[in-house]
């Protein structure tokens, strides 16, 4: 099992959009729309912010988005605020029972 | 409001056992529909999923990382509403923030609730 591929990193400016790629294959998110995303910052507990590929949990911003198109799963957040700095990973349901992490990718708000 | 809270030995020695337990407070830990997962992110790196357990009445039904299933044991106490982690024959590859959560499994697969994560170091 691989890590799924996101971007190292991404950055852009405050009201802006950026769009987050989690790239896998047809045994994790080809197969099974259960693709979920966290916000980590530092020293916190990380934040579920996406379920089932794009479901928002109560209390989560409608600024953060989620979709799938084949073995890929995107995040956007648009309007960009400086608090949405931090590091975001994608995670899929796999088979068997089993879980897979992307690499994250950190957001920088310039 | 469900917590949870990581506890454990920060620093462990070269080939012996990581054992670290999670304490769930604000709900039970043998509630039906929900697993209990560790994760771990080493310095630098990414999130990588450990394993999970879920309460069965029993011991637990454990589902563990290809990667991580030779040396992996987690296990629950449902008396004390803990759910803990042992890592046998540990590395410095094994240094890492370590995270317990939630897992919400039924037609969904999401982890819902984390702990702050404590990070554990593998050093002589």
């Known amino acids: 099992q691989s890590a799924l591929t996101q971007p190292a990193s991404v950055s852009e400016s405050p009201g802006q959009s950026i769009t987050i790629s989690c790239t896998g294959t047809s045994s994790d998110i080809g197969t099974y729309n259960l693709v979920s995303w966290y916000q980590l910052h530092p020293g916190k507990a990380p934040k579920l912010i996406i379920y089932d590929v794009s479901e928002r949990p109560s209390g989560i911003s409608n600024r953060f988005s989620g979709s799938k198109s084949g073995n890929t799963a995107s995040l956007t957040i648009s309007g960009l605020q400086a608090e949405d700095e931090a590091a975001y990973y994608c995670c899929s349901y796999a088979g068997s029972s089993t879980v897979i992490f992307g690499g994250g990718t950190k957001v920088t708000v310039l | 409001q469900l917590q949870l809270q990581e506890s454990g030995p920060g620093l462990v020695k070269p080939s012996e056992t990581l054992s670290l337990t999670c304490t769930v407070s604000?709900?039970?830990?043998?509630?039906?529909?929900?697993?209990w997962d560790w994760i771990r992110q080493p310095p630098g790196k990414g999130l990588e999923w450990i394993g999970t357990?879920?309460?069965?009445?029993?011991?637990?039904?454990?589902y563990y990382s290809p990667s991580l299933e030779s040396r992996v044991t987690i296990f629950i106490d449902t008396s004390k509403n803990q759910f803990s982690l042992k890592l046998n024959s540990v590395t410095a590859a094994d240094t890492a923030i370590y995270y317990c959560?939630?897992?919400?499994?039924?037609?969904?697969?999401?982890?819902?609730?984390w702990g702050q994560g404590t990070l554990v170091t593998v050093s002589s």
């Open positions: 959560a939630r897992l919400v499994q039924d037609t969904d697969w999401y982890l819902d609730y």
């Open positions: 604000g709900g039970s830990i043998s509630s039906s529909n929900y697993y």
């Open positions: 357990i879920y309460y069965t009445g029993s011991t637990g039904s454990t």
